[in-house]
């Protein structure tokens, strides 16, 4: 335990979990709460480390006592009030998956309270590449904060249930870009030559969850592909990367045909490093996109789709904590595949279903021995977020809420949504939340469609509906076959027919068939990764060697965990490639971000 008191100011508090809402967080309902920060860093990339300093302004002044605030590897140098006077405090042990809680004794009358600290070369928030990690010659800095990895990050009050504006500034070599997501408030150069630095200003006006906050550094340019829309990418990718997510303005649109007004003003993008762990991520103002979208034909924006309608389901109305994370994902699938009817047709929309029941039900296989966690409201005390992290919460969330728009008809369930996003915005919501306001709007509908049985029953209830349309018959059957495509047929897919095809193949299938499939259409080869990762994952799977190269080319060159875990996972199955899949762990480790890193680990122990 470390404390630093002045010595006339040691004090003693009884601590209570009484009056904390979230499990995986130290803040207490009965404490200050935190209505926004102001937040300095400076970027280190030598030490891998940020030296920081935050003042965190109360909704009230405090009543005097404890603040409990969540922390993970940060070094604590100082806290002071608002005159600067210091303040006690105690930096407790190191809790599992919690981190350390930093106990500090807020005066009667306190306003705010002012934190000087640095992070760890460890956080779990952030990842520090090397110029040989990038696309160019400089070092690369982003954050991840998703679960709860801001508290690696800033001493916070780390759930989404507290949400906060803020102000920043960040201290970076003038050479580099400062990116966040918020608004951009300028940018000072002091100095020159190699040690020159750049302070880079930012603003976020509208209250976000903690795990929104984001930040990257880099050799970054942009490209504006409309009024209120720019790409942000490394040099070397800018032209790429503005031509494959120029679509962004067009699905804004559709978005807000749908759902109503854009509120964070500006929907910029930036395509991360290959190490980025998830497809996207839906920070407000600055979205992170994997470079794995980049196909060249624009079949993979859906992913942008996805992270666009976070900006209604999840950044205007949050899950109060994890343990109700289906209210942010399953509403987001429901709007992103409303936006892809919208502008691609009804059969597309119904082939990314079935490519999302496909992967429930994988969940539901992984998950066998963990039932509770194929519950929609799940029971996270002891549970760290990113190991129940699943396709769960996403798809039978969506299906809950077809369920829901089926037995309701089309423009009632629209009104519900509609309520739904006005009722909560810019606000924190529970599961009991949805249900109470179902009831008010539709009474009987949560009977009709046995909701409880969806919500706190494992797997699905017995009514469910399974995803269905004319091309997706035709693909299925083809799979339950077990045979390849017909040429004439392939060359009308889309990438999702293709995708819906080889992960609903067999496993293992025939070599026959892996050979036929590859000498007929190079799957090997596919620049679309979801195509050629569901190629990879039956063919290891299915003891088709010639396919390891690319295996390996592709855990070497991509963190995006949605790629990597059933890569590994292919590889570990079969004990003829089981080495390779440690080897391969071993040699690329390195190269992924924390949290995909602790992931797979996990997968091939």
Known sequence: MESRTPPALRFGVTWSIVARPDPHSYADDAQPRTRSFDWTARVDFDARVLT?????????????????????GLAIDEVTDASGA???????????????????????????????????????ALQWLTPEQTLGAHPYLFSQCQAIHARSMIPCQDTPSIRQTYTATLDVPAELRGLMAAAWRGREVRGSGPGARAIERFEMPQP?????????????????????????????????????????????????????????????????P?????????????????????????????????????????????????EHFWLNEGFTVFAER????????????????????????????????????????????????????????????????????????????DALLAAWLRDHRFGAATTDDFLALVERALPGLLGRVDAEAWVDGPALPATYREPRSRRLDAVRELAAKGAAPAPEAA??????EWQLYLEAMPKPSPLSVCRELEERYALTGSKNLE?????????????????LPRAREVLGSIGRMKYL????????????????????????????????????????A
Request: with cysteine.
């Open 491 to 496: 060359k009308a897919w889309t990438p999702a």
């Open 86 to 124: 210091p303040v006690p405090y105690t930096l407790h042990p190191v809790e599992p998956i919690l981190g350390r809680r930093l106990e500090i004794a807020v005066p009667a009358g306190a306003a705010s309270i002012r934190v000087r600290y640095r992070t760890s070369p460890e956080a779990s």
């Open 208 to 272: 976000i969850p903690p795990y929104l906050l984001a930040v990257a550094v880099g050799d970054l340019v942009s490209r504006d592909v409309s009024e209120r829309c720019r790409v942000w990418a490394e040099p070397a990718q800018i032209d790429a990367a503005a031509w494959e997510l120029g679509v962004v303005e067009d699905q804004l649109r559709t978005a807000e045909a749908l759902f109503g007004p854009y509120d964070w003003e500006r929907c910029d993008l930036l395509v991360m």
């Open 52 to 72: 920081c300093a935050i003042t965190l302004t109360f909704t009230e002044p405090a009543a005097g006592g404890s603040l409990d605030l969540d922390t993970r």
């Open 531 to 547: 195509i050629a990762v569901s190629w990879l994952v039956l063919a290891c799977e299915s003891g088709y060697e010639p396919v």
């Open 565 to 604: 875990k059933p890569l590994y996972r292919a590889l570990v199955k079969r004990a003829e490639t089981r080495d390779l899949a440690r080897e391969l762990f071993a040699l690329y480790r390195d190269r992924y971000h924390p949290i995909a890193r602790d992931m797979v680990g996990g997968l091939i």
């Open 338 to 413: 409303r936006i892809v009817e919208a502008l691609e047709g009804e059969e597309i929309g119904a082939l990314h279903a079935a490519l999302g029941y496909e992967r429930l039900k994988q969940a539901f296989a992984q998950l066998e021995d963990h039932p509770d966690l194929t519950r929609l409201r799940t029971h996270l005390a002891g549970v760290d977020p990113d190991e129940a992290f699943s396709a769960v919460p996403y798809e039978k969330g969506y299906l809950f809420l077809r369920a829901l728009e089926a037995a309701a008809g089309k423009e009632p369930f």
């Open 274 to 322: 290959p190490s980025f762990p998830y497809g996207g991520m839906e920070n407000p103002r600055l979205t992170f996109l994997t470079p794995s979208l980049l196909a060249g034909d624009r079949s993979l924006v859906s992913v942008l789709a996805h992270e666009l309608a976070h900006s209604w389901t999840g950044n205007l109305v949050t899950n109060a904590n994890a």
